[in-house]
């Protein structure tokens, strides 16, 4: 399996709270991605990162924002929790060309009361 | 139209049979195809990639078919193991790979 770790692995919290998922990777892959997964709509992109410092939105990345200051780690952030964010959230890496599949963390089972 | 449509199921088969599934893409110049699996409340994993010759893979086949725009995935001598959500899932190129995942197609392998 890839090595790639996401934490936490589950987390409950209150709306308006500020809320931060980690995705580690050793695999030294460039390219980086958070998902959303909900009933009915399979699994939408949030944010992207092709690089240290490189990050695009993906199709639903309002109230999110993310970080990538190492080759390793992707951080997503949701400012302020609305409970239309309770979610599982995936990360996916590849190391990128047209033909290459993307390989998923574990995910993060988040709860905003 | 949807980007990439699927049949959710479930589509429910005796273990031994011989099931298929089809996914449609609306987006012609789309480059890279794969077929996932996903069991409940894990993650996605990679099943397969779809070549344009068509590929097998054990009990697995699959095949594009450019003309109508759609993939296929064909599952022979099912196993109750089998039994999963199969994600299709396209690449429509443009530098930084962004794919648009199909919400699923259920199998259930019964005994």
């Known amino acids: 399996d890839a090595g790639i770790t996401q934490s936490p692995r589950h987390k409950v919290t209150e709306t308006g709270t500020p809320v931060t998922l980690r995705c580690h990777q050793t695999?030294?892959?460039?390219?980086m991605y958070w998902y959303r997964q909900d009933p009915g709509h399979g699994l939408r992109l949030i944010h992207y990162?092709?690089?240290?410092?490189?990050?695009d939105k993906g199709e639903v990345s309002d109230g999110y924002s993310v970080s990538r200051s190492k080759t390793e780690d992707f951080l997503l952030t949701l400012e302020s929790a609305t409970s239309s964010q309770t979610s599982v959230y995936f990360c996916?890496?590849?190391?990128?060309?047209?033909?290459?599949?993307?390989?998923f963390g574990d995910g993060t089972r988040l709860s905003i009361l | 139209r949807k980007e990439v449509e699927q049949d959710p199921g479930p589509f429910n088969v005796p273990e031994g049979a011989t099931v298929a599934f089809n996914c449609t893409y609306s987006?012609?110049?789309?480059?890279?195809f794969f077929w996932y699996r996903q069991d409940c409340r894990k993650e996605p994993k990679l099943l397969m990639s779809?070549?344009?010759s068509g590929n097998e893979d054990g009990r697995f086949t699959a095949q594009l078919n450019r003309a109508s725009q759609y993939i296929s995935l064909l599952i022979r001598d099912s196993k109750l193991s089998d039994s999963a959500t199969y994600l299709c899932?396209?690449?429509?190129?443009?530098?930084?790979?962004?794919?648009?995942f199909g919400t699923g197609t259920k199998l259930q392998v019964i005994p």
């Open positions: 990162s092709y690089g240290v410092k490189d990050t």
């Open positions: 996916a890496i590849s190391d990128g060309g047209a033909n290459q599949p993307q390989h």
């Open positions: 899932v396209v690449n429509k190129g443009g530098g930084y790979q962004k794919v648009t």
């Open positions: 987006n012609s110049a789309s480059q890279s």
């Open positions: 779809v070549y344009s």
């Open positions: 695999e030294n892959h460039r390219y």
